[in-house]
């Protein structure tokens, strides 16, 4: 009487990895089915192949975790603007609140050791210095401790017997240079 052979149908599905069989099942007994995670997983267990054996896989523990990048804070007065993954080959980007410029790249890419580039600066942006009004005198406010940056607030007034033409309170040097 002839003997029948144990065959295997298809090997274990491995989430984040790939096996090196590429015929079509049924595989005969003795069959060895050899993984690999795939790029953006990270391995895990001790074998990374499966034998055929009397119409089941057995042997391997091999398991793929997906690898992501840490989170990342955005710069100060600035803000990410796009909605990150965080997974390998995402990119996040980054823009500065406006009174600020970007200093440095304005994207980083999640790579497999971690994210690429540095995180950018946010600086403020500096105006020259607002002459002197003839026939008036400003005033300017420094809540931040910082003169002449964005956003820095100068009042006008005229000395007596002049009319002011023009606003009293502007509120951005880069308005007010605007406006001369």
């Known amino acids: 009487m002839p003997v029948a052979l144990a065959e295997c149908q298809h090997p274990p599905e491995i989430d984040g990895a790939q096996h090196n069989l590429t015929a079509s099942p049924p595989f005969p007994d003795a069959t060895v089915a050899s993984y690999h995670c795939l790029t953006g997983y990270r391995d895990s267990g001790t074998s990374r192949t499966f034998t055929c054996n009397q119409e089941a896989w057995i042997g391997g523990n091999l398991q793929c975790q997906e690898i992501l990048c840490d989170f990342i804070n955005p710069p100060q007065n600035g803000k990410i603007i796009n909605s990150p993954t965080y997974k390998i080959n995402t990119i996040i980007e980054f823009e500065c609140r406006p009174g600020y410029t970007l200093s440095g790249h304005d994207s980083r890419r999640c790579a497999i050791d971690g994210w690429t580039r540095s995180t950018p600066s946010c600086d403020v942006v500096m105006c020259d210095e607002f002459e002197g009004v003839a026939n008036g005198q400003k005033f300017q406010e420094a809540p931040d401790g ?34 001369i």
């Open 146 to 179: 910082i003169f002449n940056d964005y956003g820095s607030q100068i009042t006008v007034t005229c000395d007596e017997n002049f009319l002011l033409s023009g606003e009293k309170d502007v509120t951005s040097f880069v308005d007010l240079l605007q406006r």
